[in-house]
């Protein structure tokens, strides 16, 4: 129970490898607040269910309201903020298409949630975390950042943002107590890459093929580093960028 009294906000956790992580964190101690568009009451309900102290909040990342109210409403039901994991991103919806098919509206819907919605959460939680004298960011980015993989070029850069953005915050919030570290699962197999059966079908058996670990990654095996990032082992460790992907690309 490394993890008892401390409290954790995890974006786009109602399903994937959010609620992954929220089940993890809520394993090792924490109290959990679920940000997501959709069904993050039931998977609050589904965590109470196995002993767990858990909420949810109806919230958009690229909204600054709602943000905004997601962080008050971790204070009032815990007193509190200590992880922050900016998990809500664009991915499974997404459509392949050679960049230059790609519109104005496809970036900039992909880059107000994937980075400017990472960014609207951590500014929300600072406060919390200045007052307490400390806390974790641990941002999702991606494997495809540092492997450019076509057919996603929006994407891509969104994630290859997000590990500049980790190191940068880390640089500015250390002082503040603050450490923020990137986790960068590749293809994952979660429940909304299945809703997708052209994004599953193109990605998944190049994937495995790729991998030193020749089997489907699930989210599950994301837990682990975003649980250490979290926990008190990490204590002296900011800025960084773990990549998780069975052996695909060595970082």
Known sequence: ???????????????????????????RGASIVIADLAGGK???DKLRQGGARAIAVDADVSSEEDTARMAAAALEAFGRVDILVNNAAIYSTLQLKPFEQLTVADWRKMLDVN???????CRA??????A?????????????????????????????????MTRTLASELGPHGVLVNSVAPGFTLS?????????????????????ALKRDMLP????GAVGFFAGPHSAFITGQTLVVDGGAYYH
């Open 1 to 27: 129970m490394e993890l008892a009294d401390k409290v954790a906000i995890v974006t786009g956790g109602a399903m994937g490898i959010g609620y992954a992580i929220c089940e993890a964190l809520a394993q």
């Open 42 to 44: 039931a998977a609050a």
């Open 115 to 121: 980075v400017i919605g990472q960014f609207l959460c």
């Open 125 to 130: 939680a600072l406060p919390a975390f200045k």
């Open 132 to 164: 307490q004298g400390g806390g974790r960011i641990i941002n999702i980015s991606s494997g495809v950042a540092f492997k450019g993989n076509p057919g996603m070029l929006h994407y891509v850069a969104s994630k290859g943002a997000i590990v500049s």
């Open 191 to 211: 429940d909304g890459v299945h809703k997708n059966p052209e994004l599953a079908s193109t990605v998944a058996g190049f994937s495995v093929q790729n991998r």
């Open 220 to 223: 599950g095996d994301v837990v």
